[in-house]
Antibody
Framework: QVQLVESGGGLVKPGGSLRLSCAAS????????MSWIRQAPGKGLEWVSY????????YYADSVKGRFTISRDNAKNSLYLQMNSLRAEDTAVYYC?????????WGQGTLVTVSS | QSALTQPASVSGSPGQSITISCTGT?????????VSWYQQHPGKAPKLMIY???KRPSGVSNRFSGSKSGNTASLTISGLQAEDEADYYC?????????FGGGTKLTVL
């Protein structure tokens, strides 16, 4: 069965960095676009970034452009999100998701807290 | 990158039907039949309930249906049940990006 398992979340100070990982299994990872979507505490869903199956097409929300970098390793069935210059407003649960608009599979989420 | 507009809350009694609207623009909902709806219970990941405006994934109850008219998409839940109480989010393709609605809290009275 399809599984998406995020890791790498935690507490970080403003201006710090964090790298999230998502281990995928149960499907042909290299066939699918992958996304990172976040949800701040008590708030709605927000698209952060997506990457095409080959990695050639990438999108970032304006709120993270220039600070976050999405990448993937199809040989390792893994998706990554490098987050730099973190701000308090980046505090959220970050979900790894298969596809972009029609998301049939989500990870359980990993919490990123940006606080001094 | 404005979010799609959803009512903050809706409510209904068991057995009733409710409809949640999702209003976008001609750049997103109005231009693409790529609208999806997600159900989210507290502390859980979202679950896909409707995709491509009106299609239901395998395993989703036929009490859930979707439609679209112009720049507004709608999710209808018929025969409300207690377990339907959750947050609901719409999502639309918007040309090289996706955009979510702000979410609607459904209360089953």
């Amino acid at each position: 069965q399809v599984q998406l398992v995020e890791s790498g979340g935690g507490l970080v100070k403003p201006g710090g960095s964090l790298r999230l990982s998502c281990a995928a299994s149960g499907f042909t990872f290299s066939d699918y676009y992958m996304s990172w979507i976040r949800q701040a505490p008590g708030k709605g869903l927000e698209w952060v970034s997506y990457i095409s199956s080959s990695g050639s097409t990438i999108y970032y929300a304006d709120s993270v452009k220039g600070r976050f970098t999405i990448s993937r390793d199809n040989a390792k069935n893994s998706l990554y999100l490098q987050m730099n210059s973190l701000r308090a407003e980046d505090t959220a649960v970050y979900y790894c998701a298969r596809d972009t608009v029609t998301i049939g599979y989500w990870g359980q989420g990993t919490l990123v807290t940006v606080s001094s | 990158q404005s979010a799609l507009t959803q009512p903050a809350s809706v409510s209904g009694s068991p057995g009733q039907s409710i409809t949640i609207s999702c209003t976008g623009t001609s750049s997103d909902v109005g231009s693409y039949n790529l609208v999806s709806w997600y159900q989210q219970h507290p502390g859980k990941a979202p679950k896909l309930m409707i995709y491509e405006v009106s299609k239901r994934p395998s395993g989703v109850s036929n009490r859930f249906s979707g439609s679209k008219s112009g720049n507004t998409a709608s999710l209808t839940i018929s025969g409300l049940q207690a377990e339907d109480e959750a947050d609901y989010y719409c999502c639309s393709y918007a040309g090289s990006r996706g955009v979510f609605g702000g979410g609607t809290k459904l209360t089953v009275l």
